[in-house]
T-cell receptor, first 115, second 109 residues
Framework: DAGVIQSPRHEVTEMGQEVTLRCKPI?????LFWYRQTMMRGLELLIY????????DSGMPEDRFSAKMPNASFSTLKIQPSEPRDSAVYFC?????????????FGQGTRLTVV | AQRVTQPEKLLSVFKGAPVELKCNYS??????LFWYVQYSRQRLQLLLR??SRESIKGFTADLNKGETSFHLKKPFAQEEDSAMYYC???????????FGEGTQLTVNP
């Protein structure tokens, strides 16, 4: 298994544009997490899914952010419209079923720059 | 609510010196604690879990429920230990994994 796959690896966009980040979790994992990493705040959990259903989206900063998981092998995080303060590294992670809450496997991340 | 605090954003030590990365947590139930590490240009990966009581790459961490701490220790730091380290907590009620702010460890030659 290639692990959690995220695309694109880097994204540079202009303020006001829509940005879509993509994630393919590890096959068989039923938890999927989206995190944002910044120098100031470290790693912040934005949202997580269990069996494709959003469980906790309390970390989503505002309505400009939305996430979907249409099937077990794909998730998207969308920012519309994007703002410079959204610049960060966005990580997707997945976890296997069972009581292995902390064993999250992370993707390489998407470095987003909004200019 | 669950919360993880890493008081040091930056920590610098010399090679061969002992190192301790501090982590304190707040959680009303019985938590599971973890340390994750992110080497330069690599993905974040699990380093160790408190329930395993293991030593990985010479690192150990003991859960102190009285002090609500889970400090990461290594008696003799190596240059290759330079990385960002995150302490994380998972509660028993779900799979939410809460991370601390991270500590950037630099081991100087």
């Amino acid at each position: 298994d290639a692990g959690v796959i995220q695309s694109p690896r880097h994204e540079v966009t202009e303020m006001g544009q829509e940005v879509t980040l993509r994630c393919k979790p590890i096959s068989g994992h039923d938890y999927l997490f989206w995190y944002r990493q910044t120098m100031m705040r470290g790693l912040e959990l934005l949202i997580y899914f269990n069996n494709n259903v959003p469980i906790d989206d309390s970390g989503m900063p505002e309505d400009r952010f939305s996430a979907k998981m249409p099937n077990a092998s794909f998730s998207t995080l969308k920012i519309q419209p994007s703002e410079p303060r959204d610049s960060a590294v966005y990580f997707c992670a997945s976890s296997p079923p069972g009581r292995t809450f902390g064993q999250a496997f992370f993707g390489q991340g998407t470095r987003l720059t909004v200019v | 609510a669950q919360r993880v605090t890493q008081p040091e954003k930056l920590l610098s030590v010399f090679k061969g010196a002992p190192v301790e990365l501090k982590c304190n947590y707040s959680y009303s139930g019985s938590p599971e604690l973890f340390w994750y590490v992110q080497y330069s240009r690599q993905r974040l990966q699990l380093l160790l879990r408190h329930i395993s009581r293991e030593s990985i790459k010479g690192f150990t961490a003991d859960l102190n429920k009285g002090e609500t701490s889970f400090h990461l220790k290594k008696p003799f730091a190596q240059e290759e230990d330079s990385a960002m380290y995150y302490c994380a907590l998972a509660g028993t009620s779900g799979s939410r994994l809460t991370f601390g702010e991270g500590t950037q460890l630099t081991v100087n030659p």
